[in-house]
Nanobody, 125 residues
């Protein structure tokens, strides 16, 4: 059974940092592309960042570029999202998702085969 478990969310003041983790099990993690999405209240899922099976990365909205960094440790079956200089508009539930497509950039929810339950990130002003 495939599981993706996010952790590291919480409440932080604007300007602060958080590091989210996504621990995977039940799949050959090193062959999967992994992404982070987020969903703010009343909004659609938004693509945040993606990493290929060998650690290549891409980012979604311009608002996160330069502040967020995605990385992975295949030995630990874990993907991370380092979030710095957080803003209130970053408040959302953050989800990790895995796709069988190990290479290439995939920004659509439909491209992903497995999803975690999400972790809440709240940034206060």
């Amino acid at each position: 059974q495939v599981q993706l478990v996010e952790s590291g969310g919480g409440l932080v003041q604007a300007g602060g940092s958080l590091r989210l983790s996504c621990a995977a099990s039940g799949l050959t993690f090193s062959t999967y592309g992994v992404a982070w999405f987020r969903q703010a209240p009343g909004k659609e899922h938004e693509f945040v960042a993606h990493t290929t099976r060998n650690g290549g990365s891409s980012y979604g909205a311009d608002s996160v570029k330069g502040r967020f960094t995605i990385s992975r440790d295949n030995a630990k079956n874990t993907v991370y999202l380092q979030m710095n200089s957080l803003k209130p508009e970053d408040t959302a539930v953050y989800y990790c998702a895995a796709t069988r497509h190990g290479y290439g950039i995939y920004r659509r929810q439909d491209d992903y085969n497995y999803w975690g339950q999400g972790t809440q990130v709240t940034v206060s002003s």
